[in-house]
């Protein structure tokens, strides 16, 4: 278990500080290629759930919160007791991983509004700004910066109508 606990915290202090940097340098929607052409880190926020998806309003959001709060003591207790079982080095490895990504987002959506004004596309953010953030806890926005462009689609507008 101890080694899924370093894991889990490397992991979201790396990601903390590249979230933070993200967001305090780059503009929402800025872009830069890492490797090549299907690696990029790419600033956007998430003010719902996956893909953006919103749940409704503030109590929606507050309602989210608490859904990750259980999801993430799902995920522990998971760890933990694949841990237990002996699971192997890969299966402890992805879990923790999913529990580090997992802390990472509620730490975004706790935090994020209250130590950041808000980002746009022509301001860059500022951590501790003098007016205070843009939300109050548990209803900020979660960092997202990793976009791996693979498949690239175009859907035809004729397809649209139909």
Request: hydrophobic letters at 55%; a positive charge.
């Given at each position: 278990?101890?080694?899924?606990?370093?894991?889990?915290?490397?992991i979201?202090?790396?990601?903390?500080?590249?979230?933070?940097?993200?967001?305090?340098?780059?503009?929402?929607?800025?872009?830069?290629?890492?490797?090549?052409?299907?690696?990029?880190?790419?600033?956007?926020?998430?003010?719902?759930?996956?893909?953006?998806?919103?749940?409704?309003?503030?109590?929606?959001?507050?309602?989210?919160?608490?859904?990750?709060?259980?999801?993430?003591?799902?995920?522990?207790?998971?760890?933990?007791?694949?841990?237990?079982?002996?699971?192997?080095?890969?299966?402890?490895?992805?879990?923790?991983?999913?529990?580090?990504?997992?802390?990472?987002?509620?730490?975004?959506?706790?935090?994020?509004?209250?130590?950041?004004?808000?980002?746009?596309?022509?301001?860059?953010?500022?951590?501790?700004?003098?007016?205070?953030?843009?939300?109050?806890?548990?209803?900020?926005?979660?960092?997202d910066?990793?976009?791996?462009?693979?498949?690239?689609?175009?859907?035809?507008?004729?397809?649209i109508?139909?």
């Open positions: 278990m101890k080694k899924a606990v370093w894991i889990v915290l490397l979201l202090l790396a990601d903390q500080i590249l979230k933070i940097w993200i967001k305090s340098t780059f503009f929402l929607g800025e872009s830069h290629p890492v490797i090549g052409h299907w690696f990029y880190l790419h600033f956007t926020e998430n003010e719902g759930m996956a893909f953006g998806m919103k749940l409704g309003g503030q109590w929606g959001k507050l309602i989210l919160s608490i859904f990750r709060i259980i999801a993430i003591t799902g995920i522990f207790w998971w760890l933990r007791s694949a841990t237990n079982k002996g699971a192997g080095t890969l299966m402890i490895v992805c879990i923790s991983l999913i529990l580090a990504g997992a802390i990472g987002n509620i730490i975004d959506s706790a935090f994020y509004g209250l130590i950041f004004n808000e980002s746009s596309f022509m301001q860059l953010a500022t951590l501790f700004p003098k007016g205070g953030g843009y939300a109050s806890f548990l209803h900020g926005k979660v960092v910066m990793f976009y791996f462009p693979i498949i690239e689609t175009r859907v035809s507008p004729f397809l109508l139909w």
